[in-house]
């Protein structure tokens, strides 16, 4: 067996990417999957306490990487799934700490034992992102239906296909369904027109992500019924499995003033 | 119809202006061209074609366009017409 290395990256900052690093994570070793999620973010490490393994870090890539634990002692178990670990960043190092090389030999040193290894890119373009792409087989940039967002999405899969890394793949994070019936926020249909990339999920805003959050409990494995996040993330994991699932109807009925004018403007 | 939308008391849609305004950042950003070097681009090209040719000037257009992910510089140069007087 053979991983596949999926990294979640973004260009801007604050769209989701360790959110989605963790739910994508905990959805794969849902499915039974061998899963190991590596932090990327190198000094500003999150994907720890997103997935409430925080209290259970003892090593951590820098400390793999120089030498001072096996690999295997850096790997936190997490307990709620069959076969699911975290290699938690340093906190006290920076991006420098770790060169694309080193990431390459240490995914390496994973890909025989495990079915997927989920990179939570830090933001930004420079030597933290390059780390995180460097062991790649497939890329996913996580935007925001917001024009900063995607206007950094966009510098993103052109630094992507000049880094012979792509076609990336496009999540877009945080759609509101309301907000886009009402003309208020950039559709699915806006982003890929303007990204003119493969769609591979769609999260909705939904509170219920920041409830498990702050209980350190990655959205896709909780049972809280009705939430359309969670059932979105097991979504993508089955897309990355090979399996074609239609995308949620998220959107909302229009109220009748607005379908009597969207009929006498002759619109659909 | 946009007057559709006036008579519902409504202007233009703040999505479609981000998706507008998004399109033509996006243009700029992937061919690395700054629209202060389009107005450089265009005085360079007022001066050399005015050296050969009478331009009407004032009414040089330079604009940056896109179809797929290829982008194009394209001028429109009007052509000075010489005022017939009468004899």
Redesign the interface.
Known sequence: MNAKVITITSGKGGVGKTTVSANLAAALAMMGRKVVAIDADIGLRNLDVVMGLENRIVYDLVDVIEGRCRLRQAMIKDKRQPELYLIPAAQTRDKMAVSPSDMVLVCDQLRHEMDYIVIDSPAGIERGFRNAIAPADQIIIVTNPEVSAVRDADRIIGLIEAEEKGPAKLLINRLKPAMVARGDMLSIDDVLDILAIDLIGVIPEDESILVSSNQGLPVAMSSVNGSSASQAFRNVAQRLEGADIPFLDLTQKTGLMERLRLWLAGEN | ?SW??KL?GQKE????V??Q???M??IH??SEVSPGLIEQIKDDIIQVIANRLAIDAENVKIDLTQSG?ESCLVAEIPLQVNARKRA
């Open positions: 119809m559709m939308n519902f849609k703040s999505g479609s981000a998706k305004r998004l399109q950042v996006l950003d992937r992910r």
